[in-house]
């Protein structure tokens, strides 16, 4: 998910119309949805059971969300289904709250996803730092991982409303644990892991899971060993259903919390496999505000049939387009063929052990790390890393949104401070700008260059900076690559001013731009300063200051001022 960010999110909408040419690429749409279907099936079952609810819920969600999303969403290759982010938030909701409420949810993140998108708010994702979604990508990666050692080690145990709750009602009950369920999920990640090598063109992990279930059914026959398995499903498609208490608005205020939650990680999730399904396809970019629209009338409408909140998945998305995929025909396709295989395979799931399940989400989560990401910011900066770090702990130990939140306001105030750091320089002796080399030109004469803009994060060291020097009688400021100032720049901008008439220092300002000189001019900062006291260039400004100074220092500066950059 986070190689996603590192790439530029193009949100332009199709110039066509969406469904124009929708049967163009018919034989690559028919592989690709067909592919995504097979790639679909077991983890839709799997991400299902990682969420706490019945397999058939899961594959009800790809079938029925699989097929709105592709319809009216905004990306035309974009694959819908359950994932394994969504599973990490639901298995906590439906711990707490129950099945029933949980479709209440949906539906409410489904509303607020679609307001999202009305408000055109799509494209606020690729403002997301790269060490914050690698953070929480990372996080989910270690959460469905350890999520599944129940079903590992064949244990029987409640599901619990947090992963560490989980993680510790686990390992404290081993002793209960079933040799043939372990001995199942090694010989389905074995499988995958062996198969991937031999052929490509049939998915590893449905190969594992066919192979699992065989392997369980002959223990049971031959030495009576029994495992954990899904149970039946239905032999039928998904049909519509009531949803009790929709009307109870204390039990909507009560779940408003939950809403925004999936909410919040079905749209990042969502718009940041578009923006990966972009960089693979030759199709039209997708559109961020149509795509927020598409995955929540999904959401809306899939608790009607008895599925779970959904979200665009990458790997099922990637599978399309390395197939053929190229218009929204290949989604629906993929659900529809999801449905003719819940028709004619239903009653066979009942077999599949609950371990081979396990096993295929623990491959899913260590491919879902992202160590490439590690090595990088390791090898850059620590304090990005650090941020990664953080948001990964948050995740882990509290819960996705919240980790988000933390990781948006630790590369904030990152951010600021860098911001800080670069924005006043003092002008050198020569033309290498190093900010701190002193300025050979006498104590009374001092000249800076703030570079970007003056704002709050500048204000307090921008402050400070220019205190350290009390014996200079004149004080230039080069303000031509400041192209905005907030109010609290301005105010210190007004405290430096003051601050200098306190030590009999005069400010000159030179090379404002229009807009910061409209500001200062509304605020009556310019009146106090003096029009007289700003110049177009550093140049005048010094001829101004020094007007019977000819010495050969005083040319020699000027001569190198006119040279530098204004």
């Known amino acids: 998910m986070a190689q996603a960010v590192s790439l530029a999110s193009n949100n332009q909408s199709p110039k066509n119309n969406p469904f124009k040419g929708l049967f163009s690429n018919f034989r690559g749409d028919l592989t690709g949805g067909l592919t995504a279907a097979v790639v679909a099936l077991p983890l839709a079952l799997a991400f299902a059971v990682a969420s706490g609810v019945e397999p058939k819920a899961g594959l009800y969600t790809a079938i029925v969300a699989g097929v709105v999303a592709a319809v009216f969403g905004g990306s035309p290759v974009q694959i819908t289904g359950p994932t394994g982010a969504m599973a990490v938030v639901l298995v906590g909701i439906v711990a707490k709250y129950g099945i029933e409420k949980v479709w209440i949810a949906g539906v409410m993140a489904g509303i607020i996803q679609i307001a999202l998108g009305v408000a055109k708010l799509g494209r606020l994702v690729k403002f997301i730092p790269y060490p914050v979604t690698a953070g929480f990508t990372n996080g989910i990666a270690v959460i469905i991982f350890c999520g599944q050692l129940n079903n590992f080690f064949g244990l029987h145990l409640p599901n619990q409303e947090h992963f560490l709750q989980a993680l510790w009602q686990t390992v404290t009950n081993l002793e209960g644990y079933n040799w043939l369920a372990i001995a199942l999920a090694l010989l389905t990640i074995g499988t995958k892991l062996l198969w991937n090598r031999i052929n490509h063109s049939i998915p590893g992990s449905l190969v594992g899971l066919v192979v699992a279930t065989i392997a369980a059914v002959i223990a049971k026959s031959q030495w009576n060993l029994e495992v954990p398995t899904i149970g039946l499903i239905p032999q039928s498609l998904p049909i519509p259903q009531g949803i009790p208490h929709w009307n109870d608005f204390k039990l909507i205020r009560e779940l408003i919390n939950p809403a925004i939650a999936l909410a919040a990680l079905g749209s990042i999730e969502s718009l940041l496999a578009a923006v990966v399904a972009d960089g693979m396809s030759v199709s039209d970019r997708h559109n961020s505000d149509r795509e927020l629209i598409g995955q929540g009338l999904a959401n809306m409408i899939v608790p009607f049939f008895g599925g779970i909140p959904a979200t665009g998945a990458i790997a099922r998305t990637a599978v399309n387009v390395r197939a053929g995929g190229k218009t929204r025909l290949s989604g629906v396709i993929h659900g529809v063929a999801l449905a003719a295989i819940v028709l004619a395979f239903a009653p066979l799931a009942s077999q599949v052990p609950l371990a081979a399940l396990a096993g295929i989400l623990m491959i899913t989560s260590i491919r879902m790390m992202e160590w490439e990401a590690i090595g990088l910011l390791i090898h850059t900066t620590y304090a990005d890393f650090g941020v990664m770090l953080l948001t990964w702990l948050v995740t882990v130990c509290f819960d996705l949104v919240l980790a988000v939140e933390v990781g948006l ?32 030109f006498g104590k009374q004469i001092a000249i800076y260059r703030i570079d970007g803009p003056m704002f709050f994060g500048a204000a307090e060291r921008f402050v400070s900076f220019l205190r350290e020097a009390p014996e200079v009688k004149y004080l230039i400021l080069r303000m031509r ?8 720049g301005l105010v210190a901008l007004e405290e430096i001013y003051h601050d200098l008439q306190r030590h009999n220092c005069q400010l000159i300002l030179s090379g404002l731009r229009p807009e910061v000189e409209q500001l200062l001019e509304r605020s009556g900062l310019l009146k106090e300063i003096g029009h007289e006291n700003c110049f177009e260039s550093t140049n005048d400004a010094l001829q101004k200051i020094m007007p019977n100074n000819k010495s050969q220092e005083t040319a020699s500066l000027s001569k190198k001022l006119l040279v530098t950059k204004p």
Do not use: H
């Open 409 to 440: 306001i630790a590369a904030g105030i990152l951010f600021i401070k860098r911001m800080s750091e670069l924005s006043l320089v003092k002008m050198p002796e020569d033309n290498v700008f190093l900010a701190g080399v002193p300025l050979d």
């Open 481 to 488: 690559y400041v192209p905005s100032m907030d109010t609290t």
